[in-house]
């Protein structure tokens, strides 16, 4: 299905086809392909394979995979609904598309876990089934969370070159590498750039296993958290009048 803006709200079925007669295999799931400029995905797909025609014959064997193809030059794709995708879902950016794409999670469910692994590249899944949420997106500039708790990680080799958006929950957003050193500035109420790429309504900051630095650049930046994780990390405050409470080992809070 091709369009330049795709809305999907109702049960969508690729099941692959049943079997037939005593020894019939059932037909694999059958791959499905969107490409919009805007697409709104808000069910999930049932590419399930077919069963056996009888008792004692196989399913198929292969389940179907959703496609969505974001193809104008500032795409999006929003996709969401209140129980977890059970068909594998890419998102991917038109070979010939060279703009700025967004994925946005319309979701309710709260624990969703994106991870940031290339440049533009990652997946999400839920944090409490690892393999609840399949979908896997490539190409993506600008990524925003859902109404409900959102995590953000991105990895040693992970970035986007747009906005990390939180989203209307309670956020956080983490980094995973293994060398350098992290730069966090945040110079706003719950945003900022982590080494240039920009975040905004993010409430807890979690550092890696390497050094990181983070400092507040204006009167009114704030934000709930900041962990530095296992790194030889600093603090610094804003340019203003600060009050440190230091609580516990390498821990307080500064108002």
Do not use: P
């Amino acid at each position: 299905l091709a369009a330049s803006n795709i809305v999907i709200n109702g049960d969508i079925s690729s099941v692959g086809g049943q079997g037939v007669g005593s020894s019939g295999e059932g037909g694999d799931g059958n791959d499905v392909t969107l490409t919009a400029n805007s697409l709104v995905l808000n069910n999930d797909f049932d590419a399930r394979v077919g069963s056996g025609g009888n008792q004692g014959s196989s399913a198929g064997t292969t389940e179907g995979i959703v496609n969505i193809i974001l193809s104008g030059d500032a795409g999006s794709a929003t996709l969401g609904h209140s129980s977890a995708f059970t068909t594998m879902v890419n998102v991917a950016e038109h070979g010939s598309a060279t703009g700025s794409q967004t994925l946005t999670s319309g979701s309710i469910i709260d624990g969703l876990e994106w991870y940031i692994d290339g440049a533009g590249n990652g997946h999400w899944q839920l944090a409490s089934d690892e393999s609840a949420l399949n979908l896997v997106f490539t190409g993506i500039e600008n990524i925003t969370g859902g109404t409900n708790a959102d995590v953000f990680n991105i990895t040693q080799t992970g970035s986007v070159t747009g906005i990390i958006d939180g989203g209307s929950g309670t956020n956080t957003l983490e980094r995973s590498n293994s060398s350098g050193t992290n730069t966090w500035l945040i110079d706003g109420t719950d945003t900022g750039t982590l080494n240039g790429t920009r975040f905004n309504q993010i409430q807890t900051l979690t550092g890696s296993t390497v050094n990181d630095d983070f400092s507040f650049t204006s009167a009114g930046a704030n934000v709930s958290t900041i962990n530095g994780g296992t790194g030889n990390n600093s603090l610094t405050a804003r340019d203003a009048d600060n009050e440190w409470h230091i609580t516990g080992d390498n821990s307080g809070v500064l108002y």
